[in-house]
């Protein structure tokens, strides 16, 4: 089990939310520390766990430090060179999509997604990433968890 840390994080419920040019369903403000949420997912209970999940982890990310974000995307390299198909969530799937322009933004919400998925849990139409590179998230993530975010 996790158990955060740090100053808290507030939610708030805002509708009309959108990630660029696209619609969105919630999106961090890391510096105010704030999770905005679309109003749709109240009445969505596994989506609202797998998607506040997916938001704290931005936290997470910016304090992962330097030589664990490094170690993630050399896991996000190796699938790239392996031509794994799939993700594990939207967020990082139209960024995979958009490589290697956005191989930064792709590599913070691939591991969102990925601990979404590993600590959320959950079915979602969104897990589209093959079972042998899920696992090798999964291993990754747990063996970074609990102590070590």
Request: hydrophobic letters at 45%; aromatic letters at 12%.
């Given at each position: 089990?996790?158990?955060?840390?740090?100053?808290?994080?507030s939610i708030q419920?805002?509708?009309?939310?959108?990630?660029?040019?696209?619609?969105?369903?919630?999106?961090?403000?890391?510096?105010?520390?704030?999770?905005?949420?679309?109003?749709?997912?109240?009445?969505?209970?596994?989506?609202?766990?797998?998607?506040?999940?997916?938001?704290?982890?931005?936290?997470?990310?910016?304090?992962?430090?330097?030589?664990?974000?490094?170690?993630?995307?050399?896991?996000?390299?190796?699938?790239?060179?392996?031509?794994?198909?799939?993700?594990?969530?939207?967020?990082?799937?139209?960024?995979?999509?958009?490589?290697?322009?956005?191989?930064?933004?792709?590599?913070?919400?691939?591991?969102?997604?990925?601990?979404?998925?590993?600590?959320?849990?959950?079915?979602?139409?969104?897990?589209?990433?093959?079972?042998?590179?899920?696992?090798?998230?999964?291993?990754?993530?747990?063996?970074?968890?609990?102590?070590?975010?």
């Amino acid at each position: 089990m996790l158990t955060p840390a740090g100053r808290a994080v507030s939610i708030q419920w805002s509708a009309g939310l959108r990630d660029g040019a696209r619609d969105a369903v919630a999106g961090a403000d890391i510096r105010r520390r704030v999770i905005h949420l679309h109003p749709s997912l109240k009445q969505r209970a596994a989506e609202y766990r797998r998607i506040l999940t997916h938001e704290m982890f931005h936290f997470v990310w910016v304090r992962l430090g330097n030589p664990k974000r490094a170690a993630w995307k050399d896991l996000l390299r190796a699938e790239l060179a392996a031509n794994a198909r799939g993700e594990l969530g939207w967020s990082s799937a139209w960024r995979k999509a958009e490589l290697p322009a956005r191989f930064d933004e792709y590599t913070c919400e691939a591991f969102c997604d990925t601990a979404a998925w590993v600590f959320a849990g959950g079915a979602s139409e969104e897990y589209t990433l093959g079972p042998k590179w899920r696992e090798r998230r999964r291993a990754w993530m747990l063996r970074m968890a609990p102590y070590h975010y």
